[in-house]
């Protein structure tokens, strides 16, 4: 014999199992079957979890700041009478307006040649070349005005 075989005939009952009828009832009494009493169970729910919603992030258009604009570096006429040298060419040069007091772009070309005569007045100024001059002179409405003579 295999010890398979061996190990089933050894643990196998050496008498079938016995089986219980239940006795005999008088005549008109009728058997129910037996009902087990029905427990309700609570139903399951899941816990409820309360979840925030999500941050709204709202963008808003950068915001641009004008930068303020640099005020340029305005001379006097007494300040543009001691530092300016005149040479021949365009010239481009801020001056404090002396009746407005507000600086203004002054642009003005200087023709070669020997210089003779150069005056700053109270609101004008005058470049002397011999035969071509240049006048500059500032008006009360705050204008400038540029006049070149041959």
């Known amino acids: ?7 089933l005939a ?4 050496a008498h079938p199992p016995a089986v219980i009828l239940p ?8 058997r129910f079957p037996q009902v087990t009493p029905v427990v309700p169970l609570p139903v399951y729910r ?17 915001v ?15 300040e ?13 040069v801020w001056i404090v307006h002396p ?19 150069f005056e700053v007045d109270r609101r004008c100024i ?3 070349f011999g035969r071509d001059e240049v006048d500059i002179d500032f008006r009360n409405d705050g204008t400038v005005r540029v006049r070149y003579r041959d």
């Open 23 to 30: 006795a005999p009832l008088p005549p008109g009494v009728q």
């Open 80 to 92: 543009f009478s001691r530092f300016f040298t005149p040479a021949p060419g365009k010239h481009e």
């Open 64 to 78: 641009f700041v004008p930068q303020p604009q640099p005020v340029p570096q305005a001379l006097t006429l007494a």
């Open 10 to 13: 050894l643990t196998a009952p």
């Open 46 to 62: 899941p816990p409820l979890v309360l979840v925030p919603p999500p941050p709204v992030i709202v963008q808003r258009p950068p």
């Open 99 to 117: 009746v407005t007091q507000r600086p203004v772009l002054v642009c003005f070309v200087l023709p070669g040649g020997k210089l003779r005569d």
């Open 1 to 7: 014999m295999t010890p398979l075989v061996l190990s």
């Open 126 to 128: 005058h470049f002397d």
